[in-house]
């Protein structure tokens, strides 16, 4: 699904339509530099540091990004590694949690705080991402197209990869 964020729109609806997702807690700023042999090299962004991860090809992106939300823990893994072997519980990671016990995003977000990382462009291209679920071994969620103005909604990694290589090669919209 493709939204068109019309610049004539009042501000009122564009931002109802995209406030939430440009203040999310796991939003990543995706900055393309390069491409080279077919595949692109860029930097990525997200609120809680000042330095950027750099990435040297998707494969590359997916394995940083999907670094970033384990350490967060946020979004959750639909699917987690299973382990064989008898031992205590609390030491394969089923450890009771308190109601009052947090996030480690909401602990690194208050800790360091949040940036704005909204305002940097990448060379070839920049887009907008938050992962809303990682179920069925993949990412749900939503990307903005920055140079586009367009929102696309994405049901999995490869699906946001085709997304940001049609965006990038020209050939077509953002839309699937």
């Known amino acids: ?16 339509e995209s406030k939430q997702m440009l203040f999310a807690k796991n939003l990543i700023c995706m900055y393309i530099n390069s491409n080279e042999n077919a595949d692109y090299q860029g930097l990525i962004y997200h609120q809680y540091a000042d330095d950027p991860i ?20 946020f979004p959750q893994r639909g699917l987690a590694q299973r382990y ?5 519980r609390s030491e394969i990671g089923y450890k009771k949690k308190k109601l009052e016990d947090k996030l480690p995003i909401e602990i690194i977000q208050e800790k360091v705080g949040v940036r704005n990382v909204q305002n940097k ?4 291209g920049t887009f907008m991402i938050e992962v809303v679920f990682r179920q069925d071994a993949t990412w749900q ?11 696309v ?24």
């Open 1 to 16: 699904m493709v939204i068109r964020l019309e610049r004539n729109e009042s501000k009122a609806q564009k931002m109802s």
């Open 84 to 88: 064989f072997k008898k031992s205590n």
């Open 153 to 176: 909604d994405f049901v999995s990694a490869l699906e946001l990869i085709k997304f940001i290589d049609g965006a990038l090669s020209g050939d077509r919209k953002v839309s699937g």
């Open 121 to 124: 462009k990448g060379e070839l």
């Open 54 to 73: 750099a990435f040297e090809g998707m494969t590359d992106f997916l394995v940083k990004a999907e670094a970033l939300f384990d350490e967060w823990d």
């Open 141 to 151: 969620g939503h990307m903005i197209h920055q140079e586009a103005n367009e929102k």
